[in-house]
């Protein structure tokens, strides 16, 4: 899904800022989270599509920020308003009610199971799922970009 490398060095460029982290979650921990995702993506995605990938996990999390936050202080509710934002752009359906596709409710399970055992360990989880996407969509930004230069586009 991503690698260490790449985490580490979104990271680096403040991607997880909005998390206010006192003692920040190495990449480590991260990588661990992306690990979790890719499986759960894996057992129903196609591998190729990476894209497709990205919008399941962004569907699930923003169901997730919406069931499950404790109000505009909550860094959870955060969630749900950074996959809106650049370099996301997910913009859901108004009318939606849980997630759509096979990988977003495989995500959404995995998480509400969580919330059950451990709601603090669970609002974790789906931060870090937040940053490792914005670190998906970011690199897909970067790789567009890449490829504009490489055609002589704007610089």
Not at 23 to 42: G, I
Not at 97 to 113: L, N, S
Not at 133 to 143: E, I, K, T
Request: hydrophobic content about 35%; some cysteine.
């Amino acid at each position: 899904m991503v690698d260490i490398e790449r985490i580490r060095s979104a990271l680096a460029a403040g991607v997880a800022e909005w998390r206010n982290e006192t003692e920040p979650d190495p990449a480590e921990r991260y990588a661990r989270t992306a690990a979790k995702l890719e499986s759960l993506l894996r057992e129903v995605s196609d591998p190729d599509d990476d894209a497709a990938d990205r919008f399941e996990l962004a569907e699930a999390l923003y169901c997730i920020a919406g069931d499950f936050h404790g109000g505009q202080g909550c860094y959870l509710y955060r969630v749900g308003c950074i996959i809106g934002d650049d370099p996301i752009r997910f913009r859901p359906s108004p009318l939606g009610h849980g997630p759509d596709g096979d990988g977003a409710r495989r995500i959404y399970r995995h998480f509400r199971a969580r919330w059950k055992r451990d709601p603090g360990r669970a609002t974790d989880f789906a931060e870090r799922a937040a940053v490792v996407l914005a670190v998906l969509c970011a690199d897909d930004a970067d790789d567009a970009d890449d490829a504009d230069d490489a055609e002589g586009g704007d610089a």
